[in-house]
């Protein structure tokens, strides 16, 4: 039988690990569009860009208002661009990933994008540098900057998701992967299938805990990856 599945991958910690480098892009973006000093930040686990400056501005006594929101996604996508060059060495590709992404872009009947809180700017230079982008379709998916909720990304993606396949993915087809209660919490809210990957702080307990359905250690086994993609009902 043809698989039949969306399947919607988060960046941060599931795909990709470039700890520490979002503190330092905030707070050259914050200085650059509001001149305040960077002293500290929210947690940036599983949450959307639009949430996160939102708070960043707000403890730093900044009305986080639509205006300064843009400017500070401006700085934040400068800031991105000059470390361009120097990204790979920054950051690395978690075991297995660039395989899984590979054998499912080759698997008739699925279609991968994703469900992430970066910028859609910011989403396409992570993945790019650890040549991770050449079997999402970047031009749909859902992003950070459509809303503070992550959960409101997922019917964004799957309606762009059904516009441009010309074919309707109905919620148990959509499969969302990703590391943390977020990520969950936003497949359920749809109706996804949630699958987690234990390789961010989250456990696999906590993950489970949080009502994924399935929880990875990490996505190093093809195998185990594919079936806990196209397994599910
Ligand atoms: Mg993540």
């Known amino acids: 039988m043809r698989a039949h599945r969306l399947v919607l991958w988060d960046i941060d910690h599931t795909l990709v690990d470039y700890t520490g480098l979002g503190i330092g892009w905030y707070g050259s973006a914050l200085a650059a569009a509001t001149g305040a000093e960077f002293r500290t ?12 400056t939102a708070d960043v501005l707000a403890l730093h ?22 470390a361009r060059d120097t990204l790979a060495e920054s ?7 660039a395989a899984v992404l590979a054998d499912l872009a080759g698997t008739d009947g699925i279609v991968q994008s994703l469900i992430t809180g970066n ?8 993945l790019a540098a650890l040549g991770l982008d050449e079997h999402l379709d970047l031009d749909i998916g859902g992003y950070g900057s459509l809303s503070a909720r992550r959960s409101d990304l997922v019917p964004h993606a799957v309606k762009a998701a059904e516009t441009k396949h010309g074919t309707e993915f109905p919620a148990e087809s959509v499969v969302i992967l990703g590391d943390t209660p977020h990520d969950i919490e936003a497949a359920l809210d749809y109706g996804a299938v949630a699958i987690g990957v234990a390789t961010g702080r989250f456990s696999a307990e906590q993950l489970t805990d949080a009502g994924a ?3 990875l250690p990490d996505l190093a086994d093809l ?3 594919r079936a806990a993609v196209l397994g599910q009902p």
């Open 41 to 52: 930040h929210p947690d940036f686990g599983g949450r959307t860009e639009r949430a996160i």
């Open 61 to 82: 006594g900044i009305e986080p208002d639509e205006e300064t929101i843009q400017r500070m996604w401006r700085e934040l996508i400068a800031a991105v661009d000059r």
């Open 91 to 97: 950051g690395r590709a978690l075991d297995g990933a």
């Open 119 to 126: 910028l859609p700017e910011i989403s396409r230079h992570k």
């Open 213 to 215: 359905h399935l929880v």
């Open 223 to 225: 195998p185990a990856v």
